[in-house]
């Protein structure tokens, strides 16, 4: 157990995913810092949750490796890189156009470099 000006962290509950749970011990609060770079893993992770697909069935629909969903899911693998395959997961997950776009903008910072990744999320602060 670490503290942090009274922010106490629980290594305990770390998780594979890198999670960094932190309580507040005075607020009795709780939040979870990310690493930016799964977000597309645990989004893709959330759609699949939602409409029902087991990884297995999605590749199947997708005709990608059996694998590479379930890699993905556990943040083993990086998204596709590719626009034309990115489009035909998100035809397959049957995706409004506002899920479309976070699904393709999280896969493009899934392949940027981590110093685009910070500024990113820093300029989104200000906006």
């Known amino acids: ?3 942090l000006r ?3 962290v629980n290594r305990s ?3 594979t995913r890198r999670e960094l749970v932190v309580v507040d011990e005075k607020n009795g609060t709780l939040s979870v810092a990310v690493d ?3 977000l597309f893993s645990w989004y893709f ?5 939602d409409r ?3 990884p297995a069935e999605f590749a199947r629909l997708v005709n990608c490796s059996l694998t590479l969903p379930a890699s993905i899911q556990g943040g083993h693998a990086k998204s596709p890189a590719k626009l034309e395959v990115l489009e035909a997961w998100a035809k397959a997950l049957n995706l ?3 899920e479309r776009w976070r699904f393709i903008g999280l896969a493009g910072l899934d392949h940027s470099p981590e110093w685009f990744v910070e500024w990113y999320w820093q300029s ?3 906006l």
Do not use: V
């Not at 992770?45 to 949750?49: C, F, Q």
């Open 1 to 3: 157990m670490d503290t």
């Open 6 to 8: 009274n922010l106490r």
């Open 13 to 15: 509950r770390l998780d």
């Open 36 to 38: 930016r770079k799964l």
């Open 45 to 49: 992770s959330g759609l699949l949750r």
């Open 52 to 54: 029902g697909i087991i």
């Open 96 to 98: 409004s156009t506002e």
């Open 124 to 126: 989104k602060r200000h």
